[in-house]
């Protein structure tokens, strides 16, 4: 099962009146934002270590895709990864995916409150 990171803006409101103003720049701006937040992922991926080393290529498969220019997702390509991350009968669950999921979640959250702080200032102008 995917784990999903959701960011909370407190600025909600604030956001939704610049997407208004300014479409391109908005959408640009977080575009950007879902960018460096693949690069969070990558960094949280192989930081400590989470997902583990005795299971062939798993570390190596991880990819980043985009999906449209506000979505994007990361994820291992290899056929065994939810067994991994899961388990079977015969292998103990790793919630290798939770583990990234949460490491990296205040950093993009951080993050994406600089990027809404920069669509405020960009829409001001």
Do not use: C
């Not at 909370?8 to 391109?24: C, I, S, V």
């Not at 690069?39 to 290529?57: L, R």
Request: aromatic letters at 10%.
């Amino acid at each position: 099962m995917p784990e999903i990171i959701s960011v909370d803006t407190r600025e909600l409101d604030k956001l939704a009146r610049a997407f208004k103003k300014a479409p391109e720049a908005t959408t640009s701006l977080l575009s950007k934002g879902i960018d460096a937040s693949m690069a969070i992922m990558a960094k949280h991926t192989i930081k400590d270590n989470p997902v583990p080393y005795k299971f062939g290529f798993l570390l190596a498969s991880f990819r980043f895709e985009k999906i449209n220019q506000l979505s994007a997702r990361w994820f291992p390509t290899v056929k065994y990864a939810a067994y991994v991350d899961q388990g079977t009968k015969h292998i103990a669950p790793r919630y290798y995916m939770k583990a990234i999921a949460d490491k990296a979640t205040p950093e993009i959250q951080k993050m994406f409150d600089g990027v809404v702080e920069k669509i405020s200032k960009e829409i001001i102008k």
